[in-house]
């Protein structure tokens, strides 16, 4: 397994960027001296990037597009998988499963992608070929709110005056979240206190963390480490998330890419992911 200071990616601005990102960048007083400290970076940079990797020789790339809700559960999959199989080296990137499948339909390369629904696995099936599709784990809806706040109840999302944030129309957080306002039978009211529509689930969680809205609509998963603020309200609706991955079929590394979604799979895959909050795949739900 590489360093700590190896991060992920996200792509939820819908760039892929680089693989390692050793620190934010710091802001220098006007009077540093630039061409110095440029002179520096060239001789240290090489080193440093070389050290965060920690790539090593003989081990071979998988890399995995996934769903922005699974940052966690992957991450920890990454690390289970390659102490198991050392000769593969994962890289993750994550962002809403929506932009994922456009940048896949625009060519991007990877080996494995891992939807929050079944919708977008489609659409990258209209342009790419893919192998070895499975339903990995379902997840179900909360509503989200301030421990602290007056929202206590899901009808009160739709209350005159209360900020609401969504994943947005196409984000599958977004559509499951509209599906099950439409359930419940507040989708217009709701919908017209919606002060923000995200990228993906992330978003949600974060403008909610920031104060800038009172309640919204999550995974139950995405809550986890956020108690200490906000609150879930369970969601009386027979509304599930199925996650479903496949691999590409002109991935550059297809064994790694097979041996990754099989491990995803496999029941120390599935213990990891229920260690997150997932259940197991539900393939009776009503909705997709």
Known sequence: MRSARRTTRNTSSGTIGSTCRIAPRPSYHPAVRL?????????????VLSLACGKSSGRTKVTVFAAASLTESFA????????EHPEYDVELAFAGSQLLATQLLEGARADVFASANPEQIDRVATGRELLHRTRFASNRLVAVVQRDGEVKKIEQLGAEGVRVVL???TVPAGK???????????AEAVEANVVSNEV?????IAKLRAGEADAGIAYATDLRGSEAQLEG??????????????VLGDANNPSGGQAFAAFVTSD????LMQGFGFVAPDSTAKHD
């Open 200 to 204: 993906d689930v992330r978003g949600v």
């Open 76 to 83: 920890a999959l990454e690390r289970a998988f390659e102490a």
């Open 268 to 271: 120390e895959g599935q213990k």
């Open 167 to 169: 994943a947005g129309e």
């Open 35 to 47: 061409p110095i400290l440029a002179a520096k970076l060239a001789l240290v940079l090489p080193l």
């Open 233 to 246: 309200i369970e969601l009386a609706v027979n509304v599930h998330a199925h996650y479903e991955l496949a």
């Open 176 to 186: 499951y979240a509209r599906l099950a306002l439409a359930e419940l039978g507040i």
